[in-house]
């Protein structure tokens, strides 16, 4: 059985830092392309970053270009998000998800992980 597992995620005050990270199990995810998203209350998921199976490849949405960074550690299959700065605009659930390449696009995903709750405070 293939999964994606997010952990990391927690309460923190804004200007703060969180580093989320997405494991996985099962061969099926070694060579897929990760991407992270998130979904605020009462609004649409949506894309924050993905990266490519290589790492050479990363996509950011504008909202957190320069804040946010993304890695992959193909050797333990996990990929990260570093969160610095962080934002109450920030605040929702994170969702690590796999694809062969780093879409932004929602719907290309078909591999999701259950989400890690991220909450900023003022």
């Known amino acids: 059985q293939e999964d994606l597992v997010e952990s990391g995620g927690g309460l923190v005050q804004a200007g703060g830092s969180l580093t989320l990270s997405c494991a996985a199990s099962?061969?099926?995810?070694?060579?897929?392309?990760r991407g992270w998203f998130r979904q605020a209350p009462g609004k649409a998921r949506e894309f924050v970053a993905a990266?490519?199976?290589?790492?050479?490849?990363?996509h950011y949405a504008d909202s957190v270009k320069g804040r946010f960074t993304i890695s992959k550690d193909n050797a333990k299959n996990t990929a990260t998000l570093q969160m610095n700065s962080l934002k109450t605009d920030d605040t929702g659930v994170y969702f690590c998800?796999?694809?062969?390449?780093?879409?932004?696009?929602?719907?290309?995903?078909?591999?999701w992980g259950q989400g890690t709750q991220v909450t900023v405070s003022s």
């Open positions: 099962g061969r099926t995810f070694y060579n897929y392309a």
């Open positions: 990266i490519s199976w290589s790492g050479v490849v990363t």
């Open positions: 998800a796999a694809h062969l390449w780093p879409s932004r696009v929602i719907g290309d995903y078909v591999h």
